[in-house]
């Protein structure tokens, strides 16, 4: 697999001069053509939420997760889910619902309906291609809306946090409907079996199925592998030990990944801001120390069966400072 298409978001520049709120970092949404052998790398689509769909002229705009089914590219912005046509980039959806609030991750249900993390109100969305909303999950055990209130528009609601749950990338396993949970270190179904997978190492992004296994990323560079059969983890693969060459701690937020083989794997990672070292992230906290030297924004390949690193791309110089998504790109 030679191309990727790589989904995320560019910095604005007063961050690089003085801090600023989270919902406020990204002023682009970026989809990045990379070309893993040559290096070239070209912007696809860069994005602008237009003013009705977000909260004020300074919220944050960057393309967060998706699905690619077939030559149809999902992904979402905060308060928007899109389709893109490839290889042309040619949008072919747009919804934008009053219920969107830093939605996370969009992906296909397998009835040709939508799945929307609505992670600013702690719910699961299932939605029509058209943008009826046809389902609604509270991740947390309560009804959906007992905090939230459906006369409100919460696009422009510029945040929503603190979230008891954080429900951040969904999936669909033997026709059961699930959920990754940021702040409870799990994934879980939310219809019929009320089944759970602990992920207790760190904090869950991706849950992507690959073959009997699914993978999930924790934010502090480790690959959890479950069995999908019996919901328990096989595995835990500590990308951080494997990408130290130097045996100094070299940290990135780990989020995306896209499984090559049952060895290779390519993954996200995002420079860490200074807001986190404010904020009581404990794995970040305890693995800071002098000399310890930050990554920048990159993606990188991991044999993890060799526990090699083969190959690490830079994608800061190309505008992209947050990576959210990663999947495979036809070859032209």
């Known amino acids: ?23 406020h970092w990204y002023d682009a949404a970026l989809i990045l053509e990379v070309d893993t052998v040559s290096g070239v790398v070209r912007t696809c689509v860069e994005y602008e ?20 089914m077939g030559n149809t590219l999902y992904t979402c912005t905060t ?6 046509r490839l290889p042309q980039f040619e949008r072919v959806a747009y919804i934008s619902l009053p219920c969107f609030n830093d939605v996370h991750h969009v992906t296909p249900a397998s009835d040709g309906n939508l799945l929307v993390a609505s992670t600013g ?11 009826d909303v046809l389902t609604e999950w509270c991740v947390v055990d ?3 809306w007992s905090r939230f209130s459906r006369t ?21 396993l033997d026709s059961e409907v699930w959920v990754t949970r940021f702040n409870q270190r799990d994934a879980i179904a939310l219809t019929g ?8 190492v760190e904090k869950p992004h991706d849950g992507i199925l690959h073959g009997e296994r699914i993978l999930f990323t924790a934010v502090d560079g480790k690959v959890v592998v ?39 794997i390519w993954v996200g990672f995002t420079r860490i801001r200074q807001t986190l070292f404010r904020e009581n992230v404990r794995w970040v906290k305890t693995i800071l120390h002098e000399g310890t030297v930050m990554r920048p924004t990159h993606i990188a390949l991991f044999d993890v069966v060799a526990k090699q690193c083969l190959q690490e791309i830079d994608l800061e110089p190309y505008g992209m400072n947050t990576i959210f998504g990663i999947f495979p790109a036809a070859d032209q």
């Not at 697999?1 to 919902?23: N, S, T």
């Not at 308060?79 to 893109?84: D, H, K, Q, R």
């Not at 109100?121 to 943008?131: F, Q």
């Open 79 to 84: 308060t928007e889910v899109l389709a893109f």
């Open 226 to 264: 479950a069995n999908r059969h019996t919901l328990r983890v096989e595995k835990i693969i500590d990308l951080r030990q494997i990408q130290d060459r130097d045996g100094q701690v070299l940290p990135a937020w780990c989020r995306s990944l896209l499984p090559l083989d049952d060895a290779r």
């Open 193 to 200: 079996s009320g089944g759970r997978i602990e992920i207790a």
């Open 1 to 23: 697999m030679r191309k990727l298409y790589v989904l995320g978001g560019r910095q604005r520049k007063a961050l690089l001069r003085d801090p600023i709120k989270e919902w």
């Open 49 to 68: 939420t237009p003013p009705d769909a977000r909260a004020s002229d300074k919220a944050s705009i960057n393309f967060h997760s998706g699905a690619l």
């Open 152 to 172: 409100v528009d919460y696009r422009k609601v510029e945040t929503t946090k603190p979230h008891i749950s954080h429900p951040n990338f969904v999936f669909e």
């Open 142 to 144: 309560e009804a959906p």
């Open 121 to 131: 109100l702690d719910m699961v969305l299932k939605i029509t291609p058209h943008g």
